[in-house]
């Protein structure tokens, strides 16, 4: 094991810097995949013991590269995780806590379940799934979504890094996807969760990416 003085942040800048580092890059077709950017996480006015802010633009740069692909006749997804009353659906996941603010108690239909009001959602053409566990591929349908869209590669964005962000990524790319985390589009409650883990996700499962160059991408999508 290496060991080192630097942080978490400083190791990532470093990483990312990296020229050598080869990418998957896009493939022909992408589809932006929003994983619960709901109000339990992205409302600490609402939720400071559960939501978390990384990058102040976050919701406004996740609503351009939707919007973008959407414009363009790309797939959008929408996940937000929720559970029944007595919280029996959420397996052991479900036992390591029991506060007001802990996972199991975020219920359907609740205000923790809800999408995040800034966010710009068309259900008439988006896919939005509730999930029960981190990635947003486990047991929902967005597998078969993305195969009858003929999508080769997932946009990640949302929250939280260590959590279903990189759960999603490592899913999507153990199912043959190649995976995307735009950096400014995803979130986690301290730096040093989310920059150790965008540093493992560069390294081993996705591209970490500035949000430019997605939105780049979708500019020249010609379908």
């Known amino acids: 094991m290496i060991r080192s003085d630097k942080t978490a942040r400083e190791i990532f800048e470093e990483t990312l810097a990296n020229p050598a580092r080869a990418k998957f890059g896009f493939g022909q077709k992408i589809a932006i995949v929003n994983v619960d950017p709901q109000k339990a996480y992205t409302r600490p006015d609402l939720y400071p013991k559960t939501a978390?802010?990384?990058?102040?633009?976050?919701?406004?740069?996740i609503n351009d590269i939707s919007s973008a692909a959407r414009s363009k006749g790309l797939p959008v997804v929408w996940t937000?995780?929720?559970?029944?009353?007595?919280?029996?659906?959420?397996?052991?996941?479900?036992?390591?806590?029991?506060?007001?603010?802990?996972?199991?108690?975020?219920?359907?239909?609740?205000?923790?379940?809800?999408?995040?009001?800034?966010?710009?959602?068309?259900?008439?053409?988006?896919?939005?799934?509730?999930?029960?566990?981190?990635?947003?591929?486990?047991?929902?349908?967005?597998?078969?979504?993305?195969?009858?869209h003929q999508a080769d590669t997932v946009v990640i964005t949302g929250g939280s890094t260590s959590g279903c962000i990189r759960a999603t990524a490592v899913d999507a790319l153990s199912r043959g996807y190649r995976a995307i985390v735009p950096i400014e589009c995803v979130a986690d409650k301290h730096e040093s969760y989310h920059f150790a883990n965008l540093t493992d996700l560069l390294i081993k499962y996705a591209d970490v990416v500035p949000v430019a160059e997605v939105k780049a991408w979708i500019e020249g999508y010609k379908g």
């Open 52 to 61: 978390y802010i990384t990058d102040p633009n976050q919701v406004t740069h």
């Open 80 to 148: 937000h995780v929720a559970y029944m009353e007595n919280a029996a659906d959420a397996g052991v996941w479900g036992t390591r806590t029991n506060t007001p603010d802990s996972l199991q108690n975020i219920k359907y239909g609740s205000e923790r379940h809800e999408f995040d009001d800034r966010l710009t959602i068309d259900e008439k053409v988006d896919a939005v799934y509730t999930k029960r566990m981190p990635s947003a591929f486990f047991e929902t349908p967005l597998a078969s979504f993305l195969t009858w």
